[in-house]
């Protein structure tokens, strides 16, 4: 059964750091999301990508984050300076239309530890 | 926007028992989702259900959406159950807007 794939599953990293997030989504999918979830809190909506843009995103993600689909494959969330607060799960997830139409479908998830 | 309310926010079953989970939202929705949370993060999804009634096994859902409110009903309950459960909804544009989840663990 196709699914989202995420790598690395963990990663730690330095406060003030770059990361970069990876995400292969389920290949005839056509929107892309990123969603995170700090530790016993309710999942929380990032950003929605189709056609190679944003086509929505929460207050949360500001100029510190970024999104980009280098290829055919991959959908990448990079936080650019991090910060002890980006510590989360972070989500990534793909549907073959908009969310408002069609189910979503979410990869196993990224655990981001800053110290 | 929309605001997504579950309850109970806990509940603890012994092995067999039947559960029902509820998903209120503040307005009329275009997709309702339920996921399972498992002890290791991972979001796995239970139904797509805007409206009507579906059933997988021994979990069944219904969203009735005129009434904004969905139940996911969890039958013979097993350790296995045992996790977080969100609901989540679109009320517009292109992202779910999740509840905060009821926690279940179910004892042997």
């Known amino acids: 059964e196709p699914e989202v794939t995420q790598t690395p599953s963990h990663q730690v990293t330095q406060m003030g750091q770059e990361v970069i997030l990876r995400c292969v989504p389920i290949?005839?999918?056509?929107?892309f999301y990123w969603y995170r979830q700090i530790l016993g809190q309710k999942v929380e909506f990032l950003v929605s990508f189709y056609n190679n843009e944003i086509s929505e995103k929460s207050e949360i993600f500001d100029d510190q984050f970024s999104v980009e689909r280098p290829d055919g494959s991959n959908f990448t969330l990079k936080i650019r300076s991090t910060k002890l607060e980006d510590s989360a799960m972070y989500f990534c997830?793909?549907?073959?239309?908009?969310?408002?139409?069609?189910?979503?479908?979410f990869g196993q998830g990224t655990r981001l530890t800053v110290v | 926007g929309i605001q997504v309310e579950q309850s109970p926010p806990d509940l603890i079953l012994q092995e067999g028992a039947n559960s029902t989970l509820r998903c209120n939202f503040s307005?009329?929705?275009?997709?309702l989702q339920w996921f399972h949370q498992n002890p290791w993060g991972q979001l796995i999804n239970l139904f797509y259900i805007p409206s009507g009634t579906k059933q997988n096994g021994r979990l069944s859902a219904t969203t009735v959406a005129t009434e904004r409110y969905s139940l996911l009903y969890i039958s013979s309950s097993q350790t296995t159950d045992s996790g977080v459960y969100f609901c989540a909804a679109v009320e517009y544009g292109n992202k779910l807007v999740f509840g905060a989840g009821t926690i279940l663990r179910v004892k042997s």
């Open positions: 290949s005839n999918h056509l929107y």
């Open positions: 997830a793909s549907s073959g239309q908009g969310v408002m139409n069609t189910e979503a479908f």
């Open positions: 307005d009329s929705v275009n997709n």
